[in-house]
């Protein structure tokens, strides 16, 4: 499979990490590699990254190729983002929404509005820190996180990512959107209609004071949601007064060493390379951050073999599931010929969750029933499409 691929100065390819993402390393670490082909709002970037927020994603540098190809080279979160990790106890949740909620409230500041939190948009770095990703650019997955009026006027405000930051908050204390329906009819039409005129249901598993916080925040009407993210923020700060002992520094944003269940996987950084790529260059030419120089040699693209050679996976994975107590399942894989390097992208059946692995195996929450569907995926991003997608292994 051949691909192209800039050079980057000091550092060399490693492997994709994702669609038009790619991990690098030189001697300084590791740093991802996104190429860029719809990149949009470019001033709105350049002013956000240039805040140097620490509750927003890393750019070091960005540069367009020979060929005319943009492409951003930034930290790599070796972490992920939390979209697969939830649910997460409630203090957490609380601690991620102040870091989140400072975050916004600087780049509101600023006069950006973010359009797409989500929890695929909020990283985690190696300090347990969350940082947010994918300014201005609008995914295609934002619809169960994004406000009524979003729906049904395009109207993006202040008020409407106070609406996509209590639903993040929401999704990552019980695992899915307020607005999915597990195993249900999570159709598009059926997210608008629930969005509009639904409401969202209490978690069960937050204070009350929690409770009315996010319900307030996910109001139909702008109105009634906290007036900004800063108000959203000290809201919250609130609570964890109320909620958590004294002893604690969250106040002053700390967070504790190992922040996240360790037992689940390490999820893959291609949503944030993709999230903060999405909009960091102008059509100008080179966009520079934290006065780098991106050299000449940098802005050359060289056709490249990726690593593995061009052989098609010959077989799809098989995969057992094992429960491992009430509340986890763990879902294991063979597949023919295996390689090096190779890694694995899962999916659960109602793709309300998403991964991906190193070793053929994850656990994930499960109380009841769950499906979950394994993709090879070679050293050289070859077996890419759906087609290689397993049949679905289920426990109960």
């Known amino acids: 499979?051949?691909?192209?691929?800039?050079?980057i100065p000091g550092f060399r390819y490693v492997r994709p990490l994702g669609k038009n993402v790619h991990l690098y390393r030189g001697g300084d670490g590791e740093v991802a590699v996104k190429l860029l082909v719809d990149p949009p709002r470019a001033a709105e970037m350049r002013t956000v990254l240039g805040l140097g927020h620490p509750g927003i994603v890393t750019v070091h540098r960005a540069g367009r190729t020979r060929a005319g190809l943009l492409y951003v080279v930034?930290?790599?979160?070796?972490?992920?983002?939390?979209?697969?990790l939830a649910p997460l106890p409630f203090e957490r949740v609380v601690e991620i929404g102040i870091e989140i909620a400072d975050a916004l409230h600087a780049a509101h500041q600023a006069g950006v509005v973010h359009r797409d939190v989500k929890p695929a948009n909020i990283l985690l770095d190696e300090h347990g820190h969350v940082c947010l990703t994918d300014f201005g650019a609008l995914g295609r997955d934002?619809?169960?996180?994004?406000?009524?009026?979003?729906?049904?006027?395009?109207?993006?405000?202040?008020?409407?990512?106070v609406f996509s930051l209590g639903a993040t908050l929401w999704h990552l204390l019980v695992g899915h959107s307020p607005f999915v329906v597990p195993r249900g009819n999570n159709t598009h039409a059926a997210l608008?209609?629930?969005?509009?005129?639904?409401?969202?249901?209490?978690t069960g598993r937050a204070p009350q004071s929690l409770e009315?916080?996010?319900?307030?925040?996910?109001?139909?009407?702008?109105?009634?949601?906290?007036?900004?993210?800063?108000?959203?923020?000290?809201?919250?700060?609130?609570?964890?007064?109320e909620t958590v002992p004294a002893a604690s520094t969250v106040d002053v944003v700390a967070v504790p060493a190992d922040p996240l269940p360790r037992k689940r996987t390490r999820w893959p950084v291609y949503a944030s390379a993709a999230a903060v790529a999405a909009g960091v260059i102008g059509t100008s030419g080179v966009l520079l951050l934290k006065d780098e120089t991106l050299p000449k040699s940098a802005?050359?693209?060289?056709?490249?073999?990726?690593?593995?050679?061009p052989d098609a996976l010959s077989g799809k994975a098989t995969v057992s599931v094992t429960r491992v107590n009430s509340e986890t399942l763990r879902f294991s894989w063979t597949y023919p010929s295996p390689l090096a390097g190779d890694t694995f992208a899962w999916r659960t059946n109602d793709e309300l969750k998403t991964g991906k692995v190193e070793t053929p195996s994850v656990e994930l929450y499960a109380p009841g029933a769950l499906c979950v569907q394994v993709r090879v995926v070679r050293a050289d991003g070859s077996n890419a499409s759906d087609q290689s997608w397993s049949q679905e292994g289920c426990g109960t």
């Open 142 to 161: 934002r619809l169960p996180w994004t406000a009524p009026e979003v729906i049904t006027s395009g109207s993006y405000s202040v008020r409407a990512d």
């Open 212 to 241: 009315v916080l996010l319900h307030q925040a996910m109001a139909a009407d702008p109105a009634a949601r906290p007036v900004s993210a800063e108000d959203f923020a000290r809201r919250l700060r609130g609570i964890h007064r």
């Open 299 to 309: 802005e050359v693209v060289q056709p490249q073999s990726a690593p593995g050679g």
């Open 192 to 202: 608008q209609q629930r969005i509009l005129h639904g409401g969202p249901h209490s």
């Open 1 to 7: 499979m051949t691909v192209e691929l800039p050079e």
């Open 74 to 84: 930034m930290k790599h979160y070796s972490n992920g983002d939390l979209a697969a």
